[in-house]
Each structure stands twice: as C-alpha cells, then as structure tokens.
C-alpha cells in the first residue's frame, strides 16, 4: 500500500500542469479576485438603509401609543417607517423591490405580520427588530397585569434596537476568496481521481492492474489513499499562504480553523472517489466531460463572484451549500452546517468507494 501511495505523489508532483492548477492557481486566484473584485462585490454584512411602510390596525390607545413610541425610537437615517392606509399597496411596492418590507400591527394581544422583500439580509434585520418589540411589549403586559406597581421601577431610558455585532475581525473579499477557492480547488480534484484510472488506460498500464494477483478491491482503494498526501497538501497551501502572505482570514480561533480544514479535506476525498468512479466508467477525455459541469456549478455558485446568484437555482448547487457552511463556520462559528456538510460527504464517499471498487473488481482487460 506505502508503494502506491508514494508513487501516487511522485506522479502527481512530476506533472508541472498539476503543481500550478491544483497548487498554486488557486491561490493567485485568491489574491487576484481578492482584490481586482473588492469594488464590484459587496460585504454580505452590510445591511444599508432601509425603507418601511406599515398598518397600525388596532383600536387599543395605548398600543397605538407603545407602538409610535417604538417606530420614534428605532427610526433613523437608515431605518424609515412610513405610516399608509392600503397594506396591499405597500405589499405591491414590497413585490417591487422599491420598499423592503411591508408591517401590520394588528390585535390584542399584538401581532405583527411581516412581508418581506428580496434582501434576505433586510429581511432578517427587519424580523429581528419587530420580534424585538413583540417580545418587550409581551414582557411589560404581563408585569402590568402581575405586578403593576414594577413598572414604575423600569429604566426607561432610551436603548439601542440594532447593534453591530463584533465578529472579531473586519472581513473583506480576500477572505471570501480565501474559502470559496478552497471549495473550487476540492471539486477541481474530481478531476484528479478521474485521471487516477484514465491515466493508467493513456500509458496501457491498467491491464497491469487488472491482471496483478493482489485483490482489486484493495487496489482501488489504496489508489484513492495514494491521492491523501496531496489532497492535504493543496488544502494546506491555499489556506498558509492566503492567511501568511496575503493576510486573508478564515475563523477567529484554532479550534474552527482545523475543524474548516477536516471539512475540506472531506469534501476533497469525496470528490476525489467521485472522479474515480467516474474516470472507470466513461472512456473520453474526463476533463472535456467534467469541467464544464463543474465550471457551471463553480460560476453559479458564487465561486468567482458572490454577486451571480440565482434565488432557487444557485441555492441547489453543492458547492454554493459548501461555501455556506464554511462562512459559517470561519464567521459565526457555527457548525451545523458544516457537521451537514461532512455527513452527506462521508455518505456520498462510502457510496463511491464502494461502487468504484465493485466496477473495477469486475473490469476486464483492455486491449
């Protein structure tokens, strides 16, 4: 097995095209996108002005009252309320895209009913300020109805509604880059497995394989354990040179950090295996079959540019769900989405490792 692998990285490390695409492209890439791109792309973080029409639909004074006093308070120069009569015409102008949400203040106990618009960031903004003051004016009613003489006690000084969070770093495009060529460079290596067998059958060594009286299902795999060495490698060189010479940062804490690499190094042997099954099967160039697929993908994906992306369309691609979960991860430190990422990877990884070494256990010699 030790064999294999190490004539896997020596093959691997002979070939100039492999140590430019698979090394250091990537990271020219990071740098390049990084900073020609910085004007046209915008921080996902920025939530900018928003413009608010709403219904105060209840014949409570002193909700009307609550509710006048929250809108003064939360108003600013880039938050706008605008009081209307006609809740359908601000839901039209919602639909529109020319105001970002429509609100309905309405019953006993109050209840408010959001219509949101297109920008999902808004939208959460928006969310989080209303749940916000339903959840206060819960909180004051019940004290009312318990303990009435408390509320004389309530500081009521005026207080902030929307606070920018500290995510201990100020992130630029370089960081985007810095993950979103991880993920391109992890699906790119499907082409390495596919050339792992294409390989063999160009320089008519595969009947070698074939007819060799070690048992093929081993031999499958240990091919696909001779690319780990540079699967590593390649991940291990994007990530040092994108924090060390280009000062890209990827999560706050070491703990995120390797657990960001375990993810890629996952996803990476996936793809790995998927181009292995993938190179024993289909006799073309595996290249001109894989890569405009791939490229697809990576362009709607919001690989080269977080601006290209289709609400529906671009959310299904894999490597767009890849990106997610290593932003929030290497931001908010949050994994779930990553701990999703690895599990569908491992599950897709037994199920190409399993079908590859069957369909080479049971190749025939090529003549």
């Not at 492209?25 to 996902?44: C, E, K, M, Y």
């Not at 939360?74 to 009081?83: A, G, H, K, L």
């Not at 929030?328 to 491992?346: E, N, P």
């Amino acid at each position: 097995m030790f064999s294999i692998i190490v004539n896997e990285v020596k093959e691997f490390l002979r070939e100039k095209t492999n140590l430019f695409f698979f090394l250091m492209f990537p990271v020219i890439l990071v740098f390049l996108l990084g900073n020609l791109l910085q004007s046209l792309d915008t921080s996902d973080d920025a939530i900018g002005k928003i413009s608010i029409q709403y219904l105060i639909n209840t014949d409570d004074m002193f909700q009307k009252a609550a509710i006048t006093g929250f809108i003064q308070s939360v108003e600013s120069d880039n938050i706008t309320f605008t009081e209307v009569k006609n809740l359908e015409a601000a839901r039209k102008l919602t639909g529109q895209d020319k105001i970002d949400a429509a609100v309905e203040f309405v019953g006993k106990p109050l209840e408010i009913h959001i219509y949101e618009g297109k920008n999902e960031i808004k939208n959460r903004t928006v969310s989080a300020i209303m749940n916000g003051f339903v959840q206060t004016d819960k909180s004051i009613s019940t004290v009312i109805k318990t303990v009435p003489q408390a509320i004389q006690n309530l500081n009521t000084t005026q207080q902030e509604f929307i606070k920018a969070k500290d995510l201990g770093v100020n992130r630029s495009m370089l960081d985007y880059y810095a993950i979103s060529m991880l993920a391109m460079i992890s699906f790119m290596s499907m082409l390495l497995g596919a050339g792992a067998f294409t390989g063999e059958r160009i320089s008519k060594t595969i009947n070698r394989l074939i007819i060799a009286p070690q048992n093929r299902v081993l031999m499958f795999l240990q091919k696909i354990a001779g690319m780990v060495p540079q699967v590593l490698l390649q991940i291990v060189i994007i990530m040092v040179i994108s924090v060390l010479v280009f000062h890209a940062h990827y999560a706050a804490d070491w703990v995120n950090n390797i657990y960001l690499f375990f993810m890629f190094f996952v996803v990476t042997i996936c793809m790995v295996s998927i181009g292995a099954v993938i190179g024993l099967v289909i006799k073309a160039n595996p290249t001109a079959v894989i890569m405009p697929v791939l490229w697809i993908m990576m362009f709607f994906g919001g690989t080269y540019s977080k601006e290209v992306h289709i609400k529906g369309f671009s959310d299904a691609m894999p490597i767009y769900q890849i990106q997610q979960a290593a932003f929030d991860l290497s931001v908010f430190g949050r994994h779930g989405k990553a701990d999703m990422v690895i599990l569908y990877c491992l599950i897709a990884l037994a199920a190409a490792l399993i079908t590859g070494a069957f369909i080479f256990s049971r190749k025939v010699e090529e003549k």
